[in-house]
Every structure is written in C-alpha cells, then in structure tokens.
C-alpha cells in the first residue's frame, strides 16, 4: 500500500512492478503532478494539464498496480489498515510518500491573505489573484489604491519564491507591456521579503548573489532580514513598516502532512517522521516513510526535501521490499546520491549547483530546461509541453492567461 | 461600447479598429472562448487555454480598443449609460453582444444536478463529474450503486448533447478502458434523451438518422420523444420510467442573456431581444442587439444563433456605425450568408450541411477539423492546438483528464 503519487510514491509503485507482490497506490486526487513546475501555471505559462497525468494512464501498463482516489485520514498501525474518509484498508507492507503543505508558523489566520503553491488548485488561484490585480488596476480611477493592485509580494526567497518573483515581473514588464490602455504594467512593483540573510539560502553564498542581481535586473525588490510579522486583507507588515498590497504569495513554510499523527511516530518540528536506515518507522519494520513526509539522517548528513530524494528513498524501499518477499538479505542502508541543487530566475537564468560543478545565466538556464524535457521524457506527450516551452520562450507569450474558478471557491 | 467578447463582440471591436471612434469592451471574464470546442475540455481533450485566450492579447494591437473586465447589470438607456456592478460608463453607441446560457424551462432547481456547458468553469466542472463518477465507481461494492455511478445521462440532442455523448462513450470505451482494475470502463452506460422526434433537429432527416446510427454505434442509447419531467440527485424521470444515474449534462435549452430587461426591449420567449433590419433596437437607433442575445428576422428567414452569425452582424454593426460616423448613407439591412451547419459525433464521424452540398461519415469529420484550424489562425498559437489534436486523434488520448476545484464551488 502506497499513500501518495508523488514522485517518492509514484517511483516505489513502479519499482515494484515485477515484485511479487499487489501495490495499491491512494492519492486525494487523480494527477500526479511535476511540481517543479507549478510556478509556471502559477504565472500563466502553462496549463495544468502540461505539468500534472492522470495517475492511472502513467500506471495502466503496471498491471499488479491499483490506483484509489481517497483521502488517507489515519493508519491503524497495529491492525495494519489505512483509514479513509469511508472505509479501512489493509496492508501487509505500508509505504507513506504524503509530501508537505505550506506552513505559515502558527499564523493559520495568514492563509486565506496569502495564499502558498502546493497543488493544481494553489496555482490556479494565484494565477487568478495575478491576473484579476492587473484587470482591477485598469478599472481604478484612485492612485493609492491603483499603486496597491500593482504590487505583488512574495513572502519567502527560498526557489519557489525566487522563481515566482522572477516570473511576475517578466509577466508585467514584457507580457502584459502592450495589453493595457489606463495602466502601465511595466509599473508594477514586486517584492521578495525573505526573513533569512540572502536568498536562495540552501546554495553557496556568490548564487545567493547572482540570483539577487539578476532579479534586481529585472526590477524585483528583493528584502532580506525582513521577517513579515502581520499579514490581512490589505497588506503586510514587515518589522515596522507597512506595505500596501492586494496580492501577497506565500513561498515561506512547508510542514509535512500529519503523518507522525496517523503513526504515532516522533517527529521534528516540521512535521517530518524520523526513520531509521532502511527508511522504517522504528516501532514497525512494515511501515516506511519517504520523501517531504521523513527526516533521514545518513552518514553524509540530513536529506533535502527534493524531488531526486524522493525518488532515490521509493525505489530503495521498493528494493527492501522486494528482497524481504524473497526473503533476501537487506539491502546496505539508504544514501542520498546528490542529483545537484537548481533554481530558475524568469527566461534565460538560473543557477544550478551540482557536487562538482556550478553554473549561472543563461547556460544554467538551458541546461535546466534540456534536463527537465527529459525528467518528463517517463510523461504523456513531453513534445508538446516541450514545444510549448520553446513557443513562449520565443513569444515572451503566456498562453494560459485565464481568470478562472470563482474566488470564493478558495 | 461593446458588452461582450464572444464572437459577435469581437468581430464587431476588430471591424471599428479603423473608424473614428473608441471602442471599450467589456466582459465577464478575461477571455474570449472558442466556444464550439468547449465539448473538448468538458470531456478532458483539451485544456482551457487552448480554446480561451485573453481578450486583450487578441487586441493589444488594436489601439482605439480598451477593454474592461466587469459584469453589466443595466443599461440606462436614456442617459445612454451601462450600470457595472460599481459604476456607470457614458456611451454614444452601444452594441450588446451578450450571448445566451442554458434554461432549465422553468426548472430551476434541475440546474445543481445538471449542470450546462456555455463557460469554462462549466466545463472544468463537467469534466470533474465524468472523471469523478469512474473513481467512485472503481471504489463502489454495491453493484447497484456501481451501475448508478457508470450511467451517463445527457438531456438534448442538438450539436452539443450529439457531442458530449459521443465523446463519453468513447472515454469509456477506448481511453479508460485500460485504466482501471476493478471495473470495466467500457460497461459504462451513455444515455442521449431528446424531447423532439429526432437528433440534431436542425439538420435534414437524412443527417440526424446518419447522427443517431453513428452514436448507436458508439454504444449511446438514444432516446427521441422522451421530455424529461423531473431531474434530481438520484437521477431522472423519463415521462413515467426512472433512470438512476450520478451523472446527469444538461443540453436542452438556451436562454439568451437579459438583455430585454436592460433595455426594457420586447422580446420572444427565449429572451432574444426583437431588432430591426439594422440590428438596431426600435426605441433607438444607437442601440443594437447581436448574436445569441437578438431575433433577427431576415427575408430569408429567422437568423440561427450561431458563431458565423453572430460574426457577420458584428461586422455588419461595426459598417452601420462607420458610415454614420461618416455620416454616409447606411447599408442594405442585414441578410445572414449561411456558412453550413456541422456536428460531430466523436472521432471521425460528423454531419455538415451547406447550402448545396452535405457531408457524413470521415470525410464530414476531417473538413470540420480542417474548418476549425482554419478559423482558430487569428487566434493566439493555433499551431499548439492543432498539434495537439493530431496527437489524441492518433493515440486515442484525452491528454486533460485533471479533477480540480472542489464540488462546493459550483
């Protein structure tokens, strides 16, 4: 049993293909989604449907796979059975990938002000947030309040935050430029407010740096040391000062779903279930947890909660599995093999850092987008999110500029 | 002034772009919609953006055009002034391009258990209800309960509900098929319920026996002279027969817009406001009704409410506007070109009747793809959209079978 199709769940499934076993994977919705590129249908770029496959056609050859739709709501440990909404299923061996939500530290009241980029959902809001700001500021005839629909702040400089600070002034400065009559988009003010020293913390300082001219160049105003300490309807607050703003993303927090609840198993402050080695609960050598949902230590230090991690710890519990039904030896305990560590700033830069090599600009930038063509090479139709790329690459267009859904459907 | 981006709308604002005037659109949303593929992305064959683009990326070039993001809710039409819902806005002409949405004939409580398709969100929310009753299916243990989930029923057999039932039905039976595990999608149950004595009733005997075969074929029940007399969450009644089913798509009738109340015009039982030959409401010439929202009454005959239609007279208005600006004598009153009539009933097999000439079968089918590449290439990246079509077309996929937003937000 699988919880999660994310890329730690969907990568144990499929691992487990010619096991000799029956796999059940459950998720809360029918995609699994590519959330490396959320941003990009946060900020219009792509539709949802380039970035997220339903689970069951990336599976429908997998034939010992079942997919459920259902929202796990706790796991009876000792019976072995997940509990759903309307039912309880049971499980010889259970593999927990449930990722992370945004976190917003004890100030939950923040949430519906600013909202953060986890799901499908998420990303279509924020892009209705964007685009509806720009439309209002057209219809406003006061300055003040026209200044505020123009500036957008982004809370939390991590590559989230980064990437959808570069995107928005890209949207506004060159997109949009030619689309409005009363308002000049290119006026538009973007803010990245991030409480910590310098952006892109989990890269080496001289990145942190190059990320922070390069949005500069673009027009981004970029705040560090700046902890947001008030967050409503009408703007932020940080330290003292009050910024006025209708449109605050948050790009801050993540805490990881309620799994040390479901298991009764002790967690660190994030919410992230400590394993042992080989990636088990330590009060069940059945129970596994992997991806955002874990903490692992290995001897080489603590793993980062990214997609190539994720993917390592499904396939090797895939192979503990495996080799237990066949009652093999276990397999030595799990290492994380650094796939390198990237982040995107708008078209054309980026900065990746891998053990041995560093790049930035606009080779970092290709190299990112050739490498993520082929992440999606195992996806339905790669060629057309690939062209798609290469369209909007040489239009500066979006294609996806639609204000959808309802705003009270949040 | 122009209330309204659809097709009479736009064709209108596009057609003043050179005469001495200021034109200011104003929509409910950001986007025109290719309305006649609006079926493709109810059953998960496209995505939003491929069929909507941004009113103002399609005129951004345009520089006598402003458009307003905004919903009218009157006219006043001595001050010759439109009421938004938070200001007034003085015209000297106005054009109301406003469309039409589903009517329930006086059922408006049938409208929560089904739902139309005239919007994106209609859409995005149909698309939700298909996909979403296959996964309760799959889920289901009760056979009874299973089947209820497994049975589609769609209420009008004019074009849309002749294509919304016979892209189901291939969902089911070639797209899903291979998906599931526990229930075969092809045991899915298509049910096309028509009041009238036959499908697409517009169309000549011939093509609606030819429509009603093809969508046999495809496994639908069709069923003619069935007026539904009740319709709610469990399903409906069919004269005196109930039908159980979890997935009910409502075809059946167009009410335009409240155009009359607005301009306390006359207008026939469908809401569709009287015009004269000029298009111009009778109590004042600088007010004209087009497309879904006006009757027009040719020699000729009643003007149908389709696209090319509306097309035709807001290039038409545009003319009688430009001349008596010019004050140049007004043109000939308005005779409607039929453009054909199309339908299509899945893959490769539709109706078209032209004057002198009528298509069944592949052929009707590759000249309405073909047609519809044709009138996209003013729009944004047509080339996007037609590649991907191919693509389904030679996989069988449907690449946009995303279920997103929650059912309370309907």
Redesign the interface.
């Known amino acids: 049993m699988i919880v999660g199709a994310g890329f730690g769940g969907l990568s144990a499934t499929t691992a487990l293909a010619h096991a000799a076993c029956d796999v059940t994977v459950i998720d809360r919705?029918?995609?699994h989604l590519f959330q490396p590129l959320l941003y990009q249908v946060a900020t219009a770029g792509l539709?949802?449907?380039?970035i997220?496959?339903?689970i069951?056609?990336i599976l429908?050859?997998q034939r010992n796979a079942?997919?459920?739709?259902?929202e796990v709501v706790g796991v009876d440990v000792g019976a072995h059975r997940v509990r759903l909404r309307d039912?309880e299923i049971a499980f010889d061996y259970l593999i927990v990938a449930a990722g992370a939500t945004h976190a917003y530290f004890g100030h939950d009241d923040w949430r519906p002000h600013a909202p953060g980029l986890k799901s499908?959902?998420d990303a279509?809001q924020i892009r209705r947030r964007i685009?509806?700001a720009f439309?209002?500021a057209?219809?406003e005839q006061d300055p003040e309040r026209r200044a505020r629909l123009l500036r957008f702040a982004i809370v939390g400089a991590g590559p989230t935050g980064v990437e959808l600070a570069g995107t928005i002034a890209e949207l506004a400065r060159f997109t949009?430029a030619?689309?409005?009559?009363?308002i000049d988009p290119r006026s538009a003010k973007v803010m990245l407010v991030e409480a910590g020293p310098r952006v892109l913390a989990t890269f080496a300082q001289r990145q942190s740096q190059y990320a922070q001219r390069a949005l500069e160049k673009l027009g981004v105003e970029v705040r560090v040391n700046s902890a947001v300490t008030a967050c409503d309807a009408e703007g932020i607050t940080i330290g003292g000062e009050r910024v006025s703003t209708a449109t605050v993303l948050w790009a801050a927090g993540v805490a990881a779903a309620p799994v040390g609840a479901w298991l009764g198993a002790a967690t660190d402050r994030a919410g992230r279930v400590k394993v042992g080695p080989d990636l088990a609960v330590s009060t069940d050598p059945a129970i596994f947890v992997i991806g955002d949902s874990a903490l692992v230590e290995t001897a080489a230090g603590r793993v980062p909660g990214v997609a190539p991690a994720a993917k390592q710890q499904g396939r090797y519990v895939a192979a503990v599995i495996a080799r237990r039904l066949l009652a093999q030896p276990a397999p030595p305990p799990f290492e994380y093999r650094n796939a390198g560590n990237f982040a995107t700033i708008g078209r054309a830069r980026a900065v990746i850092e891998f053990p041995f090599l560093t790049l930035r600009g606009w080779l970092a930038w290709w190299f990112w987008g050739v490498a993520h063509i082929y992440f999606l090479l195992g996806v339905?139709?790669p060629?057309?999110v690939s062209?798609?790329w290469l369209?909007e690459y040489l239009t500066y267009?979006r294609?996806?500029?639609?204000?959808?859904?309802?705003e009270?459907?949040d």
Do not use: C, K, Q
């Not at 539709?47 to 380039?50: F, I, M, V």
């Not at 294609?399 to 309802?406: N, P």
């Open positions: 919705h029918n995609y539709p949802p449907s380039d997220a496959w339903p069951r056609s429908h050859r079942v997919v459920l739709l259902g039912r499908v959902d279509t685009l509806t439309e209002a057209e219809m949009l030619a689309d409005f009559r009363r339905p139709s060629l057309m062209l798609r369209w267009g294609g996806a500029r639609l204000i959808t859904g309802a009270d459907a």
